[in-house]
């Protein structure tokens, strides 16, 4: 069957996700939170930081820029006023910037992920929560983990509005214990029929 859109719950909200192709091989649900409108990401951002609450977070923090609405929500939620975000676009603010490579499952090339080392008494010795969108192949959420523990933060927990597939639990080990989701979606690869099946490994 030709998927156009893939529906899904996200916490207790059901959206419609459109399916766009990355190659021949592999399409995937996008959520783009940033098109979701502001009832859509509070309610979300209610909701993940109830799952996070138990984990008495000192401070959230995201990777730009789908993240950004969620640490919003969530930090807003949890009661806190400060949230850091790491970057994968160089800035003025991030010249001096601590930086580890990553690669994104959406963008196919290597980028830099980058944390403002103004920052870091922000998050060194605190309790963390790293929050996201989408946890895909891990990749971004493994970076994050390795920049934050580098400056002596300690994460509690992650959060995210869906999971994708598996793959992110073999590249995270052991950390992938410390994933809560609202909600999971498989990627989709070609069923011979001209049209696109789940798969839920990856």
């Known amino acids: 069957m030709d998927r156009r859109t893939y529906p899904v719950a996200i916490g207790t909200q059901h959206v419609d996700l459109p ?13 783009i939170t940033v098109d979701m409108g502001v009832g859509f990401m509070e309610r979300a951002g209610a909701e993940l930081a109830g799952v996070l609450r138990p984990f008495d977070v000192d401070i959230v923090v995201t990777v730009a820029t789908m993240g950004i ?27 001096d910037a601590i930086s580890e490579p990553v690669k994104s499952i959406t963008t196919g090339v290597e980028q830099r992920l980058l944390f403002d080392r103004a920052r870091v008494p922000d998050v060194a010795g605190r309790r963390v929560a790293i929050v996201d969108d989408v946890i895909s192949t891990g990749a971004s959420t493994g970076t994050a983990l390795r920049l934050l523990r580098a400056v002596g933060a300690h994460v509690v927990a992650i959060g995210t509005l869906v999971t994708e597939a598996s793959l992110w639990r073999t ?11 609202l909600g999971a979606i498989p990627v989709f690869r070609p069923d011979g029929e001209g049209g696109w099946r789940e798969d839920w490994v990856g």
């Open 69 to 95: 609405p969620v640490a919003v929500e969530v930090t807003r939620h949890l009661g806190l006023d400060q949230y850091v975000i790491l970057h994968k676009t160089p800035k003025i603010h991030l010249a």
């Open 19 to 31: 399916v766009v192709a990355l190659g021949e091989d592999l399409a995937l649900a996008l959520l």
């Open 171 to 181: 590249s995270l080990g052991e950390d992938a214990e410390h994933v809560h989701a």
